[in-house]
Every structure is written in C-alpha cells, then in structure tokens.
C-alpha cells in the first residue's frame, strides 16, 4: 500500500495516458524496459518516467533513441518556474539531445499531462560574439596564471594584467605618458586603462603623465610571476 502523499513514478502513468489516447494513441506501460509506450499508426512514441529530471533519465532515454526518434522524458511539474534560469539551462540540454519533456501537474487520476517540448533535430548555432570573446581574452594573456575550476579564487583577466603590466613600467621606470607605455608594450588599451583607473594604481600627476601609487606599488607583489615577466621584458625592450 502507498504512503499518503508519497510521489512515485506510477502516479506519472495515467495522466500522460490519458493524454496520448485523447490523441489517438494506443497506449502501453511497461514494454521491453520501456516505461509507457504510444502507437498510432506506424509512429512509435517512448515515454520514460522519473520524479525528478538526472543524468540517469537522460542515458534511458538516449538509449530509446535506438528504437525510435520520438522520445520524451516525463517528470512532476517543477515548483519554480519554468522559465527560470535553471530550467531554460535544462531545457537546453533536453533538446540537444533531441528528447521531447513532458511535466504532470498533480499526478494521479486526476492530474494533467503537459508537452512542454516535442523531440525534434537540435539546430547547433555557434556564437561568434562570444567565440571572438573568448580569443580576445586568451590572446591578452601571457600566459595561463588561472586554475580551471576555481570559483573562490580571484581570476586573473587579460585587464588585470594589463594593469599589471602599465604598473610595472611605472614603478620600474617612473612617470610615463600613455604614449611611451605604449610604445613599450602596454597596448592600445593604456590610456583608457589609466583614466578609469580601476585597481586605484595609478595617479596622474600633470597633464598627460602618470605615475604608480602606493596602493599600486603593494597590491602588484601579490603578482610576482607576472611582475618577474613584465620587468624582464622590459629589460629586453630597453637591450634593443
């Protein structure tokens, strides 16, 4: 006997039944390790049940996909909505791997089937705005001074280091123009990066010229690879 108000995947079964025989369906539970089964005609539909939406709903389902394109994973209607973040990400996934969702509201006798989603072919789109800014990134880095993975540590960006990289030079060489940095190394973004003036780590002193602070001076030791790196190609710069 059931526990009182215990969901299981049974409860699934009727709704989504009664909605693919209110379609014209034949509808079967439990064919050759199937959870429902819905036929008309020479369409095969494969339906797979579970309370809540894993990684192992998804291999079962994947694997039906041997046996017929028109594919759906059933689940309990959600409690957050379902354009949310979390469930559009979700969504996502679903449809790239070409399998329908169906959510129940109220399962049981009474409850009601929903499609939210049919199988159908995944439409791969690339976006090149974030391709070009992803190489753009990668490109205004040295080198790789991040753990992939980390998410409490500070990142180092192809900014900061370019912060890194102007305060070197000033340090290293005293006040500077925007116009000799670049002549430097420092790249298109100098000026820019010392008007903003994000980190705190530069002043300017008169018109046109700039200096570290001592702000700059202390926080870029935490940097030492990247300072190393910088002061050496600094001394190569000044050798030719």
């Known amino acids: 006997m059931k526990e009182i108000n215990k969901l299981l995947e049974i409860d699934l079964y009727k709704p989504i039944q009664a909605y693919f025989v209110r379609e014209g369906y034949e509808v079967y539970g439990e064919v050759k390790d199937c959870d429902i089964v819905a036929v008309k005609n020479e369409e095969l539909v494969v339906i797979e049940l579970k309370l809540n939406l894993t990684v192992d709903l998804l291999i079962q389902a994947a694997k039906r996909q041997r046996i017929t394109d028109n594919v759906y994973v059933a689940i309990p209607k959600p409690k957050h909505r379902l354009n949310s973040k979390q469930w559009t990400d979700k969504f996502h996934l679903i449809r790239r791997l070409e399998l329908g969702l169906i959510v129940v509201s109220s399962p049981g006798k009474s409850g009601r089937a929903e499609i939210i989603f049919e199988p159908t072919p995944f439409q791969r789109r690339k976006n090149k705005r974030k391709r070009d800014s992803i190489l753009k990134e990668i490109n205004g880095r040295s080198a790789d001074y991040n753990i992939g993975g980390s998410n409490r ?83 190569d710069e000044n050798d030719t």
């Open 153 to 235: 540590t500070k990142i180092m960006t192809a900014y900061k280091e370019n912060c890194i990289q102007i305060a070197c030079y000033l340090e290293k060489l005293g006040p500077l123009a925007p116009r000799m940095l670049i002549q430097l190394g420092s790249g298109k973004n100098t000026s820019s990066i010392l008007t903003k003036n994000y980190y705190g780590w530069f002043e300017r002193i008169k018109r046109g010229t700039y200096v570290i602070t001592e702000k700059g001076k202390e926080e870029i030791k935490g940097y030492s690879e990247l300072v190393t790196y910088y002061l050496t190609s600094l001394g």
